[in-house]
């Protein structure tokens, strides 16, 4: 049984379209995370969510908008998409509390073309 | 703000040797954490080792042991009896004890074995 668990795990689409990512976690964790892996492998965090409310929202573009229907659900939804945008995505969870570490999807590779 | 550097982009090791990959960061806080993961060609992220930036003895699991130095802000991963599993890329994390904290990587280190 995944503990999170992302959707689709290969996303490839046109400039200017619009796609959403899907993230469930099992793990009973309060805290879900998107984060961006860019083309050198660099992880970034993109927003944190806290028990469906926005925690963390880093310096995103509008166009990427989180969506936390319930703790254990966080899903990502990007318009208008750019060839900047190409990426892996990963989803992650964990406990709220400073020391607990993340439990991370298997991420979903996103290829505008 | 908090900053983590992986000075070493690739690092190479004789399978059954031992390897040491470096980290540093950066911060004003006292109480925080510090994480090795670890990922695959599969794309996942796996924990290696957990450090709590409390406790002075040094965090080990299995072959893998951390050399965390706090007043020099160093935390090095030192694998030993390599073996071709543990190729992949090696990302050093840090974690603010505060409620929330994100995690801030750094830049990652590939580690290839060679047989």
């Known amino acids: 049984d995944t503990a999170v668990s992302q959707t689709p795990k290969y996303l490839v689409t046109q400039m200017g379209n619009d796609k959403s990512i899907k993230c469930e976690q099992n793990l009973g964790h309060d805290t879900m995370y998107w984060y961006k892996q860019d083309s050198k492998k660099f992880l970034k965090i993109m927003f944190s969510?806290?028990?469906?409310?926005?925690?963390i929202n880093e310096t995103v573009p509008n166009r990427f908008s989180p969506k936390s229907p319930d703790k254990a659900h966080l899903n990502l939804h990007i318009n208008s998409l750019e060839l900047g945008d190409s990426a892996v995505y990963f989803c992650a969870s964990s406990f709220g509390t400073g020391g607990a570490w993340a439990f991370f999807g298997q991420g979903t590779r996103l290829t505008v073309v | 703000a908090q900053t983590v550097t992986q000075s070493q982009p690739e690092m190479s090791v004789q399978e059954a040797e031992t390897v040491t990959l470096s980290c540093t960061y950066d911060?004003?806080?006292?109480?925080?954490?510090l994480f090795w993961y670890k990922q695959p060609p599969s794309r996942q992220m796996i924990l290696v080792i957990r450090?709590?930036?409390?406790?002075?003895q040094n965090a080990t699991e299995n072959r893998f042991s951390v050399n965390f130095q706090k007043a020099a802000k160093s935390f090095s991963l030192k694998i030993s009896d390599s073996q071709l599993g543990d190729a992949a890329m090696y990302y050093c994390?840090?974690?603010?004890?505060?409620?929330?904290?994100?995690?801030?990587f750094g830049q990652g280190t590939e580690l290839s074995v060679k047989p």
């Open positions: 450090q709590e930036a409390y406790k002075q």
């Open positions: 994390a840090y974690r603010s004890g505060s409620l929330y904290g994100k995690l801030i």
């Open positions: 911060t004003s806080e006292s109480d925080y954490y």
């Open positions: 969510y806290n028990n469906k409310e926005l925690i």
